[in-house]
Every structure is written in C-alpha cells, then in structure tokens.
C-alpha cells in the first residue's frame, strides 16, 4: 500500500488518506487509556504498569503538551478521518543518542487497531514531514529488542537496522533511513 501523505508546514495538521493528525489534550487521556489494555507489547516499553492505565495515558499525554510547550515536536493524534476516533499517536521525538542528535519516527496504536496499516501509514507520514522540514539527513526509530510489529513497521518505512544500543537501560535496535 502506498502512502498518500498531505505534508503541511505546520507539523500538528498532517494528514493521509485515512488519517488525520492533531496536538494531544488532557480530553485524549480516557481514549488513549485504551492503549494499555489487552495489549501484549506493553512488555517492549518502560511503564510501571502497577499504575492504572489511565495514570499511565495521563502521564504519556503530559509528556507530549510539555513537549508542545517548550517548543519542541511529539507525539500527534491519530485519528480516523471517518469519525474522529483517536487509534494511536505517531510523531517525531528530538532524541540525543550517543551523543548525537536524533530525530526519531515514533508510532504507537491501540490494540484495535493492528494489522491494518495504520502503523505504516503514521510512521511514512511523519517520517516525509521530517525528511521535508527538518534540517537532517536521518531519521531514525528505536525499537524494543524482539518487538517484531514495530521492526516490520520501521521496514516498512524504508528503515532498515542501524545499531543496538542501550537507550534508558533497555536494550534497542536503531533502525535508520537517509534522505
């Protein structure tokens, strides 16, 4: 499936065929909590999952708006055009990895919502915003070791494995595309 991406200049409008992206709210955090439910790859991401999955959406969500506030990218909205459902967040992440700075492609979607190439089609989308307004060569994803969706993802989107690292104590497979 090829990706139709509308690449606007203003990051929190993108849009593809199926998709459209916002800035998070506070009022997202009861739908994103939907994440964290009956969902096996929350073994790949470093929550404390003794919270309840609406600390953890809240937490997730706070991260991003303080992201928005000082003036740097994040995580977007994902949203079906069709009816406004919020199906996962997608988005660029300054990232300084080794010394270097980074921007990361990075996707999550609620567990409704897999095998639909909705991940695809956020990451393809975010990574063109990237490659057309970001003053950078590479984007890179950083992917759990084992996390087999988000590698077929990453793949996907033209990346292919760079290096493992360690990124926040856990084990990572850096997966890169150059413009």
Known sequence: MAVKCNINMD??????????????TENDIFSWAEFF??????????????KSKETLAEEWIQLQLNRYKN???GHLAAELKTDGTLIGLSGI???????????????????A??????????????????????????LIS???IGNKASIH???????????????????????????
């Open 113 to 138: 919502y897999w095998g639909k190439g909705y991940g695809t089609e956020m990451a393809t989308c975010i990574k063109n915003f990237g490659f057309k307004n970001l003053d950078t060569k590479r």
């Open 93 to 111: 992440l300054p990232r300084n990895l080794e010394g270097q700075q980074e921007y990361e492609v990075a996707y999550s979607l609620k567990p």
């Open 142 to 144: 950083m992917i759990s």
């Open 11 to 24: 990051y929190f409008q993108q849009e593809t065929e199926r998709l459209h992206f916002r800035k998070l």
């Open 37 to 50: 439910v009956n969902n096996d790859r929350l073994q790949f991401f470093n929550f404390d999952l003794s």
């Open 71 to 73: 003036g740097q990218y």
């Open 153 to 179: 993802v990453a793949q996907k989107n033209g990346m292919s494995l760079l290096f493992n690292t360690q990124y926040q104590g856990e084990e990572v497979h850096v997966y890169g595309v150059t413009h």
